[in-house]
């Protein structure tokens, strides 16, 4: 893998890490096809129960890499059926799915966090819903998920005003489970993981799949 960490525990928990801190884990091409081929294997492992996502460095994830050039023939149409295929993929995931939030998530980044089952940020986190500002509509599930977790109008006012949300701010208006220190994340997440890896299985996976 050129672009995401895979490693995996003796318990079940299985850590996907994005690994383009140069640029703050934005997605580009390989990593789309990386982060599919990868939430399928995991959707269909045995022995993998619970999976962590999160960014190398000092960012979760800034979104689609908009500056990545290449010779991809298809059609934009196509590509971004692709990319929302990353985002069903992760949704199809039957084991609990906990998104590690570390420094920025913003556009697609923060989407991807938010088809995760639950978010612990760092208390230095920032979210952004930040496709206007680029001149683009909400993608990868975001418009499906974001107003089932803060209401219509506030879901409205993030997508459209485009603003930065810090940590607390997301806790307060339900986008994030918790909010640590910084220098907490990794345990806090830790003992989360090793919590759901040593429930049972099957009923954890069913009652995510009838919420």
């Known amino acids: 893998l050129e672009t995401i960490i895979v490693e995996r525990s003796e318990d079940g928990i299985v850590t ?50 908009l500056t990545a050039g290449g010779s991809d023939p298809r059609h934009q149409i196509d590509k971004m059926h692709h990319f929302g295929g990353v985002g069903l993929a992760l949704h199809q995931i039957p084991k609990p799915c906990i998104a590690k939030v570390n420094g920025v998530a913003v556009g697609a980044g923060l989407n991807i966090a938010l088809g995760c089952d639950l978010i612990v940020a760092g208390e230095s986190a920032r979210f952004s819903e930040i496709f206007a500002k680029r001149g683009l509509s909400i993608d990868l599930g975001g418009s499906w998920l974001l107003p089932r977790l803060v209401g219509i109008h506030k879901a409205k006012e993030l997508a459209l ?44 996976q069913m009652t995510k799949r009838m919420i």
């Open 16 to 65: 996907v890490t994005l690994n383009r801190p140069e640029k703050k884990n934005a997605i580009n091409g390989p990593m789309w096809d990386e982060l599919l081929s990868t939430f399928r294997e995991i959707a269909a492992s045995p022995t993998d129960r619970v999976m962590v996502l999160t960014g190398a460095g000092d960012a979760f994830c800034g979104g689609a890499d």
């Open 161 to 204: 005003l485009a603003d930065i949300v810090s940590a607390r701010e997301a806790e307060r208006i339900g986008i994030v489970n918790r909010v640590v220190p910084d220098n907490e994340l990794d345990k806090f997440v830790g003992e989360w993981a090793a919590k759901l890896a040593a429930g049972p299985p099957v009923a954890l």
